[in-house]
């Protein structure tokens, strides 16, 4: 925890500073650098940096047009995201039927969404602007050289080389994680859903309701609170069990390979690696089909006389063994599925481990006469667990998310029979990621898709906040140095 | 010495068996693709009758529902172009964040990691709007901008390894007068080419092994602007697995043996990367 606080305080300290910086600037700075608050060139005019000056002050009447010819139309509805329903109207100039000036309403939340960001930004640079200005002042004022614009744009090569680098990735990450965050956060809190579709139909804020009928539980027709308990809690014990059988596994299975009485461990390890090789909607896929009700499975446990035994003690009422399609046994098999894809995985890293244990301490060990089984359970498991732990939590929030492995194999084939789930199309196999997912793309019912979505969102912040420090790896960071 | 062969034997027979167990669907799907019959093979595990003619209907005989030259096409372009920006991505923000020093460095790193949080999976619904607002859905570029766009964020295992690139080589340079983005390219970039390796086989695979993005963007239907992973999904599609499941084989073989043969590559330094490069060798 003690990490976390020392992060944002480093990054409200970074932001305070700033200001500290941009405050000093305005009060200390001369007539020009107060000029640039209004015409953002004027202190580099001062300075003869003519073509910062052009540069910066076309960004600013950009930013100025940007504002009133197009953000402006969109920000204003801000507040109720349009109230003008799309109509056919016949307009007697063309004598065709024509569209309304209707409002958008999802396009009316993108576009405030994205004004604000370029507003933050301009600011940004804004501010800076006026703190460079006195820089250069000082500069200027105590004779010392100002740099002409060649040497500037050199400078992005070499001391400011950063931003050079980091420009481009920060755009891209802003455009497709910030700004769909944010999005996203937005739409949980109004009723985008199937009967408010733009540009049809408008919809608009309605505060935490999405939230109520996601924890509410009762009624009949509407049943998130009743599907989403039910799905919350598969996820979790999905969670657990995935994570747990595939790194116990994986150790395992690393064990029994690299042990010194085990010959040729590449090859063996090399066939455990074919399985994880083949792209995983292949390999779903086809374990789906083999393990369809018609499927090969099904055949080879009648052959054996297995349905007609587990017929008879009860546990089927079907004539074929509903390996995916029936809840109970779909939820087993899952897991089971899920250590067939996950422990090669596992075993990898635990080689990787097991082959670098330092050997002095097992040196040590066994002159002071340690049995290779106290080795074991004292040395190398402790090593082994000590290294790979921390990896159980990004395991553990993976598996929350582990879209792939739920859809491929239950898609098409398991139907829910419960009423009260399907009424909120949920399935008993479903995580919340592919709840969410069905959701959105065959009930266009956004708002509570994107009610899950920040839920899911907390639950894997609660268990990445914990392992924190690690993902920082800040300590490691100085140490070649 | 006894115990030790008994010990031997009982090992291998115990791994020879879990071999077999993981390997029944990989040989299953191997067997299939050869098979005659082009539903699912219900009845017995290896087919009646052996052909070829899975392979050559796929790669030659390509119909409306089966493109496989027309998708691997795809998928390959898309592959090669999200590779290049995202490898570039990776490695500028982990030299950035690795070898230089300023102002904004830490606070940017620790909301990378908040932003890491947020699986990019949720963002779909979001994404997929901001795409078609900007005219780019059932459209390659919209993919492969989904793909590279935000790589930038997945730049922790390359810092690590630029991390252990010693200073005293960097400052050598900038004292002979090299600027940081000489250094970049003329010092470290050759000495990493490990985790360059790395880097640009994984995001290679990402559009092979990706199926969600693919099937939300390209979702209008038309079958020729497939990536290959939608496009052998819909083979199993309830109306067609039973006329193309074994040719869903045969296509799964031929995009398995170029993404094999790059995985085995690559899991090489997959290890260091997830164990967070605690483990060197």
Known sequence: MEQVKAAFGSFFGAIGGFFKNFGNAVAKGDIFVKLSLLWMGAGYCRRKQF???????????????????????????????????????????????????????????????????????????????????????????????????????????????????????????????????????????????????????????????????????????????????????????????????????????????????????RFWRTLFIITIAVPQFVSLLLVRNFFANNGIANTFCANIGLTGWLRDIGAISTSYIPFLSAPGWAHVMIVIINIWVGVPYQMLIATGVLMNIPTEQMESAKIDGATPRQIFVHITMPYVLFITGPSLVTDFVKNINNFNVIFLLTNGVFTTTNQLMANSQAKEVDLLVTWLYTLTQDYYNYKMASAIGIIVFLICAVFTLVSFNRLIQGDREEAYR | MKKKYIDMILRHVLLAFLAFIWLIPIVWLFVTSFSTYPGRNTSTFFPEHWTLNNYKNLLFAADSVAQFPNWFKNTFIVACCSCIISSAFVLMVAYATSCMRFKMRKPLMNIGVILNLFPGFLSMIAVYFILRTLNLTNNHWGLVLVYSASSGLGYLIAKGFFDTIPASLREAAYLDGASEATIFYKVVVPMSQPIIVYTVI????????????????????????????????????????????????????????????????????????????????
């Open chain 1, 51 to 265: 073509i910062k000056a052009i540069l910066i002050t076309i960004f600013e009447v950009a930013v100025i047009a940007f504002t009133f010819g197009f953000a402006m139309d969109y920000v204003t509805k801000f507040s109720t995201l349009g109230t003008v329903q799309q109509e056919s109207v016949f307009n007697i100039v063309t004598m065709k039927n024509e569209f309304n000036d209707y409002d958008h309403s999802f396009l009316i939340l993108l576009m405030s969404l994205v004004s604000f960001v370029v507003w933050i930004i301009f600011a940004v640079v804004y501010l800076n602007n006026i703190i460079h200005a006195y820089e250069l002042q000082k500069l200027a004022e105590s004779g010392k050289h100002i740099n002409t614009f060649r040497e500037d744009m050199r400078e992005f090569l070499n001391r400011k080389f950063h931003i050079t680098l980091l420009t481009l990735p920060v755009i891209g990450i802003i455009i497709f994680t910030v700004i769909p965050f944010f999005v996203l956060f937005l739409v949980a809190f109004t009723n985008y859903d199937q009967q408010h579709m733009p540009p049809s139909a408008l919809f608009t804020w309605v505060g935490f309701r999405n939230f109520r009928d996601l924890f509410s539980s009762g009624g009949l027709t509407v049943t998130f609170g009743y599907a989403f308990v039910r799905v919350l809690a598969w996820t979790l014990i999905w969670a657990v069990f995935a994570t747990f059988t595939t790194y116990i596994g994986g150790i395992l299975l690393s064990l029994l390979i690299n042990h010194k009485n085990t010959k040729l461990p």
């Open chain 2, 202 to 281: 994984s995001s290679f695979l990402a559009p092979w092994m990706d199926f969600v993005f693919a099937k939300m963007i390209l979702n209008a239907g038309i079958s020729s602007k497939w990536t290959v992973s939608i496009g052998l999904f819909n083979m199993l599609d309830k109306s067609l697995i039973n006329t193309y499941f074994t040719q869903f084989c045969a296509g799964g073989v031929l995009v398995s043996i170029p993404i094999s043969a790059l995985f085995v590559i690559m899991q090489k330094f997959y290890v260091e990367g997830v164990t967070g490069g605690s483990v060197k060798g």
